[in-house]
């Protein structure tokens, strides 16, 4: 009996070991998958970290600069923009100049003030009226072409049917305002008060 207890026991012992060797061995290759995994995953990390830095790279750098063709200069360049744009706009004309003044107002303005009074004088005389022989205040046209104080040609005009500088028969009895005559006399009647002013100080 002891016999046979003693090889239960030894057989018992070799399971046992057998179990253990077993054990470590499982033990053993589960921590080589695990450095291996680990290993693999550091390879694959530096690999997605090495490309991501290299495209961050290559994406950062400056595109290189294609050289231009030979017949593609700067200067030609330049051309072939300002030929898009159209060609030059011609410079403004220059401002018109003032219209010169009559002979006899030149005269007035560069002589004393017997020759401005001779000027006023011819001046009122062109502008006054042929029926009433005054300065026109309301100056208008007739159909004769002539020019009239208002007043003295529609009151000729009630009774008569002709010019009263030609003696023709107007073809109507419209008058129309003459607007140059009017601004010509208002600067004369202008000058005229402003010399008798500057003639009362001067007195």
């Known amino acids: 009996k002891e016999a046979e207890a003693r090889r239960d026991a030894e057989a018992e012992a070799r399971q046992l070991e057998a179990e253990t060797q077993r054990l470590e061995l499982g033990r053993r290759e589960a921590q080589a998958q695990k450095q291996t995994q680990a290993q693999a995953d550091a390879a694959r990390q530096r690999t997605a970290s090495g490309s ?42 220059p401002p018109p100049q003032p219209l010169p003044l009559p002979p006899q107002q030149q005269q007035a303005a560069g002589g004393n003030w017997q020759q401005l009074l001779q000027a006023e004088t011819s001046a009122q005389d062109e ?77």
């Open 127 to 203: 502008l006054s009226c042929p029926i009433t022989h005054a300065l026109m205040q309301d100056p208008v046209v007739a159909a004769d072409g002539m020019t009239y104080e208002r007043v003295a040609i529609e009151r000729w005009l009630e009774s008569n049917d002709s010019s009263p500088m030609t003696g023709e028969t107007l073809d109507h009895k419209f008058v129309v305002p003459n607007h140059l005559a009017r601004g010509q006399i208002h600067r004369l009647t202008e000058g005229a008060a402003e010399e008798r002013a500057e003639g009362a100080r001067r007195g």
């Open 52 to 93: 991501s830095t290299g495209h961050s790279l290559s994406s950062a750098a400056p595109p290189a600069l294609l050289p231009l063709p030979p017949c593609h200069t700067a200067e030609a360049d330049t051309e072939s923009r300002v030929g898009l744009i159209g060609p030059p706009q011609p410079p403004p004309p």
